[in-house]
């Protein structure tokens, strides 16, 4: 540990060993098996560690690199968290950016129970049915969050939403929309379909979506993942199998993309109905 | 250089050097200065390569590393192009993959005109603005092909198009979507009105996009960079403002998300007019 003076003249200790306990704690938090076992995550970079001090998430604590220069150090402790500094290539190895920020934090997961999302009366939920990718799996959060859905359900071994690259692409929806994990597929399919949900999956071969004339309400929509789409579970109790018309000579959209087209067009549906 | 033999039993020479002048070449293709010089770019993987020789686009040379065990070695030999085979950890250092596929293609680079597009009786086209993340904007372009639209132009300082990671992104687009870059966007803009384009430029403030009267056809849509938006020059020139409503509490898409929303809406209007 070496001591600085920093900008504001406050001296400040300067964590340099990789060997301090709380740095291998969080660099533990890389994978997925300490996270499921501390039940905390990591959240990377300057908008969504502000997005994570503004929600109602528990930050355990907030690790800075030294060159870090930003508001957040003084707002960190204005809260009363715990902040670390640590030197500059120890922080690159807490990071899963090539260029990081210079700031993190470690936050508390949180547990979400699918009933009640389930006992709604009305509402839109998007189920994802084997998404490996956490860069989409992220940015099908953020969407979710835009089109104000209630929820994300990940099922069939999609990729831990806790994920540091998944977190970062919700760019702070995380905070905000509901995620659930679920265990058995057929259970949530029943759950769903008993309380009256209409089940939408897309599928390559299915519906032209926008001229498909459901999902205005209850609707549960299952994406797949870009390379195999969704299960045989799902596309056997969907109701309905919707597609995004293609025009030219692709066979296939981004997976965040498309997702994205057809969570706005069951949004403009609801949104045509009720006005 | 080493000789083996490979699974077929034909001896096959392995390139081992790092000095050896197409290496070189097609390492210094890497950077955009060569491509620009040379006119020529890479595109990197199975499905994409597979693409540029089903194309009419000009492949020059195929790069396989050793222990690649596709097919597109033989079909590159059949077709009569030149193929080099490299030791793995050459191969790597002409990828920009972290897992590299093994193969990759260089490619003549094309000319397309302006003039072409902008004389189109009918159309769509999109116009990325200051789009700066190579992954979003070769997302565009294949979402661009999907939607059947009649290309892309770029303008103020766009990524270039031909950079490794948008070419991978395009998962093969970028040998079907017309690409345009265009100096000075005041000109494209006179140009565009002068031959009756409808200018629509993608802006947070805008209408909102699903009651948005316009976009049927000969449509011009601006998208923006994710943290700028469209520049003030497209702002002002455009006819119409429009924004995809944010129900919840992000204020924005990711930039690929939001333009495949948009592009696709312009499809749908398109496609009520005309049915």
Redesign the interface.
Known sequence: MERFENSTGKVQQVITSSSNETVKHVRSLLGKKHRDKSRQFIAEGEKIVSEALSSSWQTELLVFSESYSGSLLNRGRELGIRCLVVKDSLFQSLSDTQTPQGVLAVIQQRDFHLQNIIAQESGFVVILDGVKDPGNLG?II????????GGVILIHDCVDACNPKAVR?T???IF??PLYREGSADELFDNLVRAGWHIAASDLKGTDA?EWQGGFDKTALVIGSESHGVSETARSRAHSLIS???????E???A??????LI??I??KG?EMDG
Do not use: K, Q
């Open positions: 940015t953020r969407t979710v969050d835009a089109a104000g859905a692409a760019m702070g929806s905000r929309v926008f995004i018309p293609m025009a030219g000579g692709t296939s959209l981004n965040s993309v498309a997702a994205g087209i706005y067009e949004f403009r949104r």
